[in-house]
């Protein structure tokens, strides 16, 4: 069994330097999930939603309702999950839901693996650099960072491609060596000494999150991560040295939000099968149930805390438990009951992701200014300050979509 492990182990490498010329004669294309399309718009709305600032709204008028959304539109301090932290887990999943759909056009057209891989290889490059990019826009110079969520998928997608030509046996077996790996790098690297200063690296004296035994390997800014990102971050020209990052995010995260990626290319594959939608739909269920159970279990055990900033293995399971179940329902309501019309904002939002995600990125504060110089200072006051957040957001994400309905008209999807 070992010997049999390892052979299929050392195919995943293989694909790496294969080139292959012949290819089997070209097949029909699969069909596009609609449901994959409403998902990542879902999932990319919520993202832009943050130029509403609810928080802000929630200040100006406190009730249930206000402050519900608002903390809905946060990230949590440390532990824990809002709908705001299943965003970037969510993109990461469907990057790898979409994979064996992109692998099956590919070959259908007849590319061979060696050109497939080729252009994973330029896709994932651009996808690092564009989140560098994109963390760089209004600094002195450039950000050298790699917490990004297109850095983080671009740094683990090549590996990802090449499980999209494995079995399902080593799917699982690479899963389960990214998680336990990333697991056990933390709990062998050693504790701070007695005595370390956190106030040095941007986490307060008072810090209601520091965890003890196993869990005190994952506290912020004290970990592997941290010590990582303290070594590496510096081997580039920066404004100043780095110290910590504040919200204790690091560049290690792309080894588990790999683990992610391959629990979506999982989903992908079973939503690919000749199996029937129920069985489909209840296999995401099942997933998705079982992921919560054991992610939770992992959290409050104590043997690894879920704490999505970085990344932790039990995060990984716990918020691809809910990206299960999210698929599950998109793919459920919009594929097989055909309950399509609803969607249709939000597919046109998901078939240009990356154009939405760079848009809202560059311009969403040029969109709110340009209002107010044509319209003039107080457009967005019209029902008072406390909503001129919710209105000046509202402005930006109205033309953000008609930009991408006009695109979505002349056929025009960005794709890297």
Same mark, same amino acid.
């Given at each position: 069994?070992?010997?049999?492990?390892?052979?299929?182990?050392?195919g995943?490498?293989?694909?790496?330097?294969?080139?292959t010329?012949?290819?089997s004669?070209? !097949?029909?294309?699969?069909?596009?999930?609609?449901?994959?399309?409403?998902?990542?718009?879902?999932? @990319?709305f919520?993202m832009?939603?943050?130029?509403?600032?609810?928080?802000?709204v929630?200040?100006?008028?406190?009730n249930?309702f206000?402050?519900?959304?608002?903390? =809905?539109?946060?990230h949590?301090?440390?532990?824990?999950?809002?709908? =705001? *932290?299943?965003?970037?887990p969510?993109?990461?999943?469907?990057?790898?839901?979409?994979?064996?759909?992109?692998?099956?056009?590919?070959?259908?057209?007849?590319?061979?693996?060696?050109? @497939?891989? +080729?252009?994973?290889?330029?896709?994932?490059?651009?996808?690092?650099?564009l989140?560098?990019?994109?963390?760089?826009v +209004?600094?002195?110079?450039t950000?050298?960072?790699?917490? *990004?969520? &297109?850095?983080?998928?671009? @740094? $683990?997608?090549?590996?990802?491609?090449?499980?999209?030509?494995?079995?399902?046996?080593?799917?699982? /077996?690479?899963?389960?060596?990214?998680?336990?790996?990333?697991?056990l790098?933390?709990?062998?690297?050693?504790?701070?000494?007695?005595?370390?200063?956190?106030?040095?690296?941007?986490?307060?004296? *008072?810090?209601?999150?520091?965890?003890? $035994?196993i869990?005190? =390997?994952?506290?912020?800014?004290?970990?592997?991560?941290?010590?990582?990102?303290?070594?590496?971050?510096n081997l580039?020209?920066?404004?100043?040295?780095?110290t910590h990052?504040? $919200?204790?995010?690091? !560049?290690?995260?792309?080894?588990?939000?790999?683990?992610? @990626?391959?629990?979506?290319?999982?989903?992908?594959?079973?939503?690919?099968?000749?199996?029937?939608?129920?069985?489909?739909?209840?296999?995401?269920?099942?997933?998705?149930?079982? #992921?919560?159970? &054991?992610?939770?279990?992992?959290?409050?055990?104590g043997? #690894?805390?879920?704490?999505?900033?970085?990344?932790?293995?039990?995060?990984?399971?716990?918020?691809?438990?809910? #990206?299960?179940?999210?698929?599950?329902g998109?793919?459920?309501l919009? *594929?097989?009951?055909?309950?399509?019309?609803?969607?249709?904002?939000?597919?046109?939002?998901?078939?240009?992701?990356?154009?939405i995600?760079?848009l809202?990125?560059?311009?969403?504060?040029? /969109?709110?200014?340009?209002?107010?110089?044509?319209?003039?200072?107080?457009?967005y006051? /019209?029902?008072?300050?406390g909503?001129?957040?919710?209105?000046?957001?509202?402005?930006?994400?109205?033309?953000f979509?008609?930009?991408?309905?006009?695109?979505?008209?002349?056929?025009?999807?960005?794709? /890297?």
């Amino acid at each position: 069994m070992i010997l049999s492990i390892l052979k299929e182990t050392m195919g995943i490498l293989s694909l790496f330097f294969r080139h292959t010329t012949m290819t089997s004669a070209p !097949t029909s294309p699969p069909a596009r999930l609609t449901s994959m399309d409403a998902y990542r718009g879902f999932v @990319m709305f919520l993202m832009v939603a943050e130029v509403l600032h609810l928080s802000r709204v929630a200040t100006a008028h406190p009730n249930w309702f206000w402050n519900f959304l608002a903390r =809905h539109q946060t990230h949590v301090e440390w532990y824990g999950a809002t709908l =705001h *932290d299943l965003i970037q887990p969510s993109f990461s999943f469907l990057v790898g839901v979409a994979l064996p759909y992109s692998i099956a056009s590919r070959t259908a057209k007849g590319e061979s693996k060696a050109t @497939m891989f +080729g252009h994973a290889a330029w896709r994932a490059l651009v996808l690092i650099l564009l989140g560098v990019f994109l963390r760089s826009v +209004g600094r002195l110079q450039t950000n050298w960072t790699f917490e *990004d969520t &297109l850095s983080q998928i671009g @740094m $683990g997608y090549l590996f990802l491609f090449a499980l999209g030509f494995c079995s399902m046996r080593t799917i699982w /077996i690479s899963l389960g060596l990214v998680l336990a790996g990333y697991w056990l790098a933390f709990v062998l690297y050693p504790l701070p000494p007695p005595g370390f200063d956190y106030t040095a690296v941007g986490v307060p004296a *008072d810090w209601p999150y520091h965890a003890s $035994g196993i869990a005190a =390997h994952f506290n912020k800014n004290s970990n592997l991560a941290w010590a990582f990102d303290t070594w590496f971050l510096n081997l580039f020209r920066r404004e100043k040295p780095f110290t910590h990052n504040g $919200g204790g995010y690091a !560049t290690l995260s792309f080894i588990p939000t790999l683990g992610t @990626m391959i629990l979506g290319l999982v989903a992908g594959r079973w939503l690919k099968s000749e199996t029937s939608e129920k069985a489909k739909i209840q296999k995401l269920a099942i997933a998705g149930v079982a #992921c919560l159970a &054991l992610g939770l279990a992992l959290h409050y055990s104590g043997i #690894c805390p879920s704490v999505k900033r970085i990344w932790t293995p039990a995060w990984t399971i716990f918020s691809g438990g809910w #990206c299960f179940l999210l698929l599950a329902g998109f793919y459920g309501l919009v *594929d097989v009951l055909g309950y399509k019309r609803w969607s249709f904002p939000l597919v046109v939002i998901g078939m240009n992701s990356i154009a939405i995600y760079v848009l809202s990125h560059l311009i969403d504060r040029f /969109i709110i200014a340009t209002f107010r110089i044509h319209l003039g200072q107080n457009i967005y006051n /019209i029902f008072g300050e406390g909503y001129s957040w919710l209105l000046s957001g509202g402005a930006a994400i109205a033309v953000f979509w008609l930009m991408l309905y006009w695109m979505y008209r002349k056929k025009l999807f960005i794709r /890297i």
